[in-house]
Antibody, heavy 119, light 112 residues
Framework: EVQLVQSGAEVKQPGESLKVSCQGSGDSFTNYWVGWVRQMPGKGLEWIGLIYFADSGTRYSPSFQGHVTISADKSISTAFLQWSSLRASDTAMYYC????????????WGQGTLVTVSS | QSALTQPPSASGSPGQSVTISCTGTSSDVGGYNYVSWYQQHPGKAPKLMIYEVSKRPSGVPDRFSGSKSGNTASLTVSGLQAEDEADYYCSSYAGSNSCPYVFGTGTKVIVL
């Protein structure tokens, strides 16, 4: 069974950079997509984007394109979500989720990483 | 891509049934049989409950069922139990060149 373990909570100031991680275990991730989901305080789930481990191809939601970067390191089965300049509005819980290529649902989820951006 | 529309809340007494709707368009819900449903308890990560409109992953009780008609998908929870009180989100494949998935707005199920 696949397990996704995310990096710990972060507290940052506006304008700072940040990279959070999602490490998979239990299977070879070569044939997997990993997606990132934002959940702002008291709000619903939003897809940020996806990365395909086989070729590091990415797909972003229009709302997040240009503000975040999704990347992956196949050698350590880890996906990343990064910001070059955080805003207060980036304060949220961020989840990673995985699916095998060819599936259209996400059956494995990380525990979430809380990002707080405050001056 | 606009979020799929769900009612903010739904409620039922223990043992009763509750049905949650998820309305999209012909570009997402209506265009593919790729609707999934996720349960989220407070402070927890989402959990897959239904995939491909009506299929249940191993371990999900058969009290949970899914269906679709046109641009609207539905999740029914039969024989409500206290532990079913949670937020429920639908998600659909949208076939876009950008992120190909979209979530619903979420429904809080309240067990009275």
């Amino acid at each position: 069974e696949v397990q996704l373990v995310q990096s710990g909570a972060e507290v940052k100031q506006p304008g700072e950079s940040l990279k959070v991680s999602c490490q998979g275990s239990g299977d070879s991730f070569t044939n997997y997509w990993v997606g990132w989901v934002r959940q702002m305080p008291g709000k619903g789930l939003e897809w940020i984007g996806l990365i395909y481990f086989a070729d590091s191809g990415t797909r972003y939601s229009p709302s997040f394109q240009g503000h975040v970067t999704i990347s992956a390191d196949k050698s350590i089965s880890t996906a990343f979500l990064q910001w070059s300049s955080l805003r207060a509005s980036d304060t949220a819980m961020y989840y990673c989720a995985s699916t095998m290529n060819g599936k259209t649902y996400f059956d494995y989820w990380g525990q979430g990483t809380l990002v707080t951006v405050s001056s | 891509q606009s979020a799929l529309t769900q009612p903010p809340s739904a409620s039922g007494s223990p043992g009763q049934s509750v049905t949650i709707s998820c309305t999209g368009t012909s570009s997402d819900v209506g265009g593919y049989n790729y609707v999934s449903w996720y349960q989220q308890h407070p402070g927890k990560a989402p959990k897959l409950m239904i995939y491909e409109v009506s299929k249940r992953p191993s371990g999900v009780p058969d009290r949970f069922s899914g269906s679709k008609s046109g641009n609207t998908a539905s999740l029914t929870v039969s024989g409500l139990q206290a532990e079913d009180e949670a937020d429920y989100y639908c998600s659909s494949y949208a076939g876009s060149n950008s992120c190909p998935y979209v979530f619903g707005t979420g429904t809080k199920v309240i067990v009275l």
